[in-house]
């Protein structure tokens, strides 16, 4: 305990009162700050270790404050600067790249524009209230591919999406329809998207109220109006597309597959979701 007050107070009192004080030697102070030093560098070493662990299951994209949060999660005792501390020494960081811009849609079209329910509040007090999409393009063998989500907007979790060579409304209606299949929402469930040709278009408003579900869509020329969607693409090209070199369509499905259903939806913890997945997000909920 007089070596820890030492260690302490240092910055206040020199060295030699401190020690005349407490009746002890210098040499014993020294000795008991170069044991401790020797166990701090081998809690740091094992601290290490597992930030490599958890920066490896992450693929690679988390960092500081999401690893931080993965570690005390595991009953691992540490504080979000300790954890910066030793990655930076040792050279670990998050490889998410320079965001991107995701807007693909076609909003001059003769088709009825829903009103915007939202109006960029973007809450949702349990699973199946709100619904987001947007959609983004992708190459795939030096062609253009695009690729469409349906997000919950409770939990962020993608409950659907599909990938189409063409703009047509047909993959965003397949993608609504699977939504549907899965989730099985009750009427009054909202849909908000961007005013974009693909949702406006007859079948999808038709499918859409037939179900029960109530349509909602962007001010022209807001992307503030469908930020939720817009930041899922955007983590999903730094964390992922940008990576990637699709071979094939195939190999495209698997990947998104693999990244989306398998690392976002079930893995990936959200510093908005008090550091959860989706899928764990929503769980919690239900067992509430």
Known sequence: MKYEFIFLHRSRFRLQKMCKALHIYRSGYYSWLKRGSSQRELDNEKLLKEIKQVHEQSRQIYGSPRITAELKSKNIICSKNRVARVMRKNKIRSKIKR????TTTNSKHRFYVAANLLDQNFHAERPNQIWLSDITYLKVLNKWMYLVVILDLFSRQVISWALSHDLSSDFVLAAIKKAVR????EKGLIFHSDRGVQYASNDVAQYLEEHGIIQSMSRKGD???NAVSESFFNTFKSEFYVFENFVSVNDAYLKIFDY?????????????????SPVNFEKQFYQQ
């Open 223 to 225: 992307c503030y109006d």
């Open 99 to 102: 965001k991107h811009k995701v």
């Open 260 to 276: 989306i259903d398998i690392f976002y939806n079930h893995k990936r913890i959200h510093s908005s979701l008090k550091y959860m």
């Open 182 to 185: 899965r989730r099985n929402p």
